[in-house]
Each structure stands twice: as structure tokens, then as C-alpha cells.
């Protein structure tokens, strides 16, 4: 089993910059990729960005591009979602998760970290 550890969010102003870390631990070698998804209130949940565990291919969703990278500490088994110009409408719960070998969506989940942009 894989548990994930998400950390780094907080209350910042527009325009800063924030990191968002998802430390895996257990069974990391079933790992295949690992997500970050946002949900702000009232709205659904979006996807953020991906990075594959042992590919370094990421994506980042349209609304973010520009802004936000994604990128993978192997010694550390970490996640890091880097958020740069931030506004507003990125305040949300941030969540990550993860795809696991032999898995057909999303089957772990962190327990999310609130991130508010005032303006």
C-alpha cells in the first residue's frame, strides 16, 4: 500500500509564489504516477498536474501552464507542486494522488492542504 503526505500550503497574497510537496511512502515501487488535483468550494475537483513516477513526463492543466510546474525528488520520493504568480482563483484544497501499478484511476489519495490567495 501506498500512503501519501502532502504539505506546504498556507495563506499568501497575489502574485507570490507557494510549493506544494507530496512525500510517498510504502509501497513505492508500484507507483505509476502521481497527480495533484484542486478543489476550490462549490466547484469540482480539477486536475492540476501529473508527473510519471519513472518517466519525468508532466502536464499541467491549461489554467495553470504558465504558472505552476511540476517536478519529482527521487531520493526523497517527493512530489513538488511549484505555484508562481498565484491569484485568487487558486485558492482550493490542494490534493495529491496516485496511480498504482495494476490500478484503473486514482487509487490513493492524500488528505489535502488548504492554499488561500488574498487579493
Known amino acids: 500500500q501506498v500512503q501519501l503526505t502532502e504539505s506546504g500550503g498556507g495563506l499568501v497574497q497575489a502574485g507570490d509564489s507557494l510549493s506544494l510537496s507530496c512525500a510517498a511512502s510504502?509501497?513505492?515501487?508500484?507507483?505509476?504516477?502521481i497527480s495533484w488535483f484542486r478543489q476550490a468550494p462549490g466547484k469540482d475537483r480539477e486536475f492540476v498536474a501529473r508527473?510519471?513516477?519513472?518517466?519525468?513526463?508532466?502536464v499541467a492543466a491549461d489554467s495553470v501552464r504558465t504558472r505552476f510546474t511540476i517536478s519529482k525528488d527521487d531520493g526523497k520520493n517527493v512530489v513538488v507542486l511549484h505555484m508562481s504568480g498565484l491569484k485568487p482563483e487558486d485558492t482550493a484544497v490542494y490534493y495529491c494522488?496516485?496511480?498504482?501499478?495494476?490500478?484503473?484511476?486514482?487509487?490513493?489519495w492524500g488528505q489535502g492542504t488548504q492554499v488561500t490567495v488574498s487579493s
Open positions: 508527473h510519471n513516477w519513472s518517466g519525468g513526463y508532466r
Open positions: 510504502g509501497r513505492t515501487d508500484s507507483l505509476l504516477q
Open positions: 494522488a496516485a496511480w498504482v501499478r495494476g490500478g484503473q484511476t486514482y487509487d490513493v
